[in-house]
């Protein structure tokens, strides 16, 4: 079965740091570009992170930039979003989702074709 | 706030057609492909349309999406109760890369 299964999430303080996790199965991994991408509570979505098929080239929002680091494990089919000092804002349903992009006719399309069902963080005093 | 802007709400009898806008600008929608999730109530979104008006496996063609210089614009037709979601388009968006409009939640009177 083709699915994205996140892990990791919890409840922490402000300046503390976690690590989510994300594992992949039913395609081949290492074929696509993968992203993270979280909603605050009662919010739209908003993009974190991506990162390409081979891991060599990331992407950041700026609201996480020198805070997040994304990273992945083709050999475990698994994608990671570390985050240290956390903020109360960061406070999120994170998924994990595949990312489709290609460039055509000067055009871009970007999409998310699988998510998972998402991480919980919480970050509170 | 978000770079793509949608109507908050939108609603409509079971069985009608409703439509829900996605306006950007230049630096996004107006040279850029637009895709469209459907987010159900406590679950996580999912693929509507990809490329402006393509369809993934699955998606009935109850749904469909245009798009017209910096606007776009995703039809529901046959509406059902089901069809009760928050909905949200995406795209590139040339200095910030992967952005969302802020969600439309559709009620089904």
């Known amino acids: 079965e083709v699915q994205l299964l996140e892990s990791g999430g919890g409840l922490l303080q402000p300046g503390g740091s976690l690590r989510l996790s994300c594992a992949a199965s039913g395609f081949t991994f290492s074929d696509y570009a993968m992203s993270w991408v979280r909603q605050a509570p009662g919010k739209g979505l908003e993009w974190v992170s991506g990162i390409v098929g081979s891991g060599g080239t990331t992407y950041y929002a700026d609201s996480v930039k020198g805070r997040f680091t994304i990273s992945r494990d083709n050999s475990k089919n698994t994608l990671y979003l570390q985050m240290n000092s956390l903020r109360a804002e960061d406070t999120a349903v994170y998924y994990c989702?595949?990312?489709?992009?290609?460039?055509?006719?000067?055009?871009?399309?970007?999409?998310?074709?699988?998510w998972g069902r998402g991480t919980l963080v919480t970050v509170s005093s | 706030q978000y770079v793509l802007t949608q109507p908050p709400s939108v609603s409509a009898a079971p069985g009608q057609k409703v439509t829900i806008s996605c306006s950007g600008s230049s630096s996004n929608i107006g040279n850029n492909y637009v895709s469209w999730y459907q987010q159900l109530p406590g679950t996580a979104p999912k693929l509507l349309i990809y490329d402006n008006n393509k369809r993934p496996s699955g998606i009935p063609d109850r749904f469909s999406g245009s798009k017209s210089g910096t606007s776009a614009t995703l039809g529901i037709t046959g509406l059902q109760t089901g069809d009760e979601a928050d909905y949200y388009c995406g795209t590139w968006d040339s200095s910030l890369s992967r952005v969302f409009g802020g969600g439309t939640k559709l009620t089904v009177l």
């Open positions: 989702a595949k990312d489709l992009s290609y460039y055509s006719n000067g055009w871009y399309s970007i999409y998310f074709d699988l």
